[in-house]
């Protein structure tokens, strides 16, 4: 059996991988499946390396740019298909402007830079600070924050 596949010519992977594709003659193009079986209908069983040898080709084929993939599906790159927008793709064309046209700056960004004329600004004193007793109140009553710890008074001799 071995002797019956070696003495079998095959073509290239990538000329049989074009041929199915060309035979299948489907819309959406072929999948891996479909393209093995009729690689194996075709030129009758393969070796056991089939299915590997199949997927580089066509893993090579995808990213050399002879195939296109899409919705899991092999196609081949037809004259009138937009060019692949990936890894390396070539940037979009830019439309000319007509004569006269001004174009506006960008927005900048990040923060706004200081005016140079503006007059300096005066800082805020730090308000200094008061005791939690005097502390000004909220309107709720109750002063503002986490209350402070206070210390359970030690018991005094003998006063309990």
């Known amino acids: 059996m071995a002797t019956e596949f070696v003495n079998k010519i095959h073509p290239e992977y990538p000329q049989m991988i074009y041929e199915a594709l060309d035979t299948l003659q489907q819309k959406e193009g072929s999948n891996k499946s479909s393209i093995s079986k009729y690689i194996e209908s075709k030129y009758g069983n393969m070796n056991d390396a089939h299915s590997k040898l199949l997927t580089y080709h066509l893993d090579r084929m995808k990213q050399t740019g002879e ?8 196609i ?3 004259p009138d298909a937009p060019p692949k927008r990936g890894r390396g793709r070539p ?13 506006a700056a960008p927005k900048p960004r990040g923060r706004p830079k200081k005016d140079p004329n503006a007059p300096p600004t005066s800082k805020k004193p730090k308000p200094t600070s008061v005791p939690s007793d005097l502390a000004p109140v909220s309107k709720t009553g109750r002063p503002r924050g986490r209350p402070r710890k206070i210390r359970p008074q030690p018991p005094q001799n003998g006063l309990e």
């Open 67 to 74: 195939l296109l993939f899409l919705k899991n599906n092999y």
């Open 76 to 78: 081949k790159p037809g």
């Open 91 to 103: 940037p979009k064309p830019k439309t000319t402007l007509p004569q006269g046209t001004e174009i």
